[in-house]
């Protein structure tokens, strides 16, 4: 430490020694219940919206031919080994499996990974990922320049401390909100920097 800097922070601690500032009193009284049913799914899909990422409302047996629309038609899709076989039915996959896991060069040549997630949050428009069987490793969801994410109305909560209650602590928890995207430079928003380019959510009722 050069001479200078010392005496500004003997300085410094000097004045706060003489008058501490008050403790700081902070409000712990979070809502914490868990959900009573479903959260807000339209609140839900506004903010995953403002994140720059799309939501289709879609029903549950359209939504391997909304993958089809959303990658093209031949496309080539990674996907986790849990995935239900219907959310891909006709469409080329290449499956991670925990014994024969996918390739980096596999993920990053695929047109688009598809998973599902644990919940989703209304308040933030954040996924939660759990590497569950339908979402796999991480991996899966961040070297794909495209992700398209499959959940259910019934698994959106309110709220940020409602979605803590209802996760797995040991788990790999992953929050996603909007595509990966940094403003780090001159403020300039640059998208795909650490994980996908581009974000589909697939909103389906139950």
Do not use: K
Request: charged residues 25%; contains cysteine; proline residues 8%.
């Amino acid at each position: 430490m050069n001479e200078t800097r010392r005496i500004v922070l003997d300085r410094i601690r000097e004045a706060l020694a003489a008058a501490p500032p008050e403790p700081v009193q902070v409000t712990r009284d979070y809502d914490r219940e868990p959900a009573h049913g479903p959260g807000d799914a339209e609140r839900f899909a506004r903010t995953v919206a403002e994140y720059q990422a799309r939501v289709l409302a879609v029903e549950a047996a359209d939504i391997a031919a909304t993958v089809v629309e959303l990658t093209g038609a031949g496309a080539r899709v990674a996907i986790p080994s849990g995935l239900p076989g219907e959310w891909v039915d006709g469409i080329d996959t290449v499956v991670d499996r925990p014994e024969n896991p996918v390739t980096v060069t596999e993920l990053d040549t695929a047109a688009a990974v598809v998973t599902g997630c644990v919940l989703g949050i209304a308040a933030t428009g954040t996924i939660v990922l759990d590497a569950g069987p339908t979402q796999g490793r991480r991996a899966l969801t961040l070297v794909p320049d495209h992700h398209i994410c499959v959940i259910f109305t019934d698994q959106i909560v309110d709220t940020v401390p409602q979605a803590f209650a209802a996760l797995d602590p040991g788990r790999p928890l992953t929050f996603i909100s909007g595509p990966s995207a940094t403003s780090d430079i001159e403020l300039n928003r640059v998208e795909g920097v650490h994980g996908p380019r581009r974000l589909d959510v697939l909103l389906i009722s139950r």
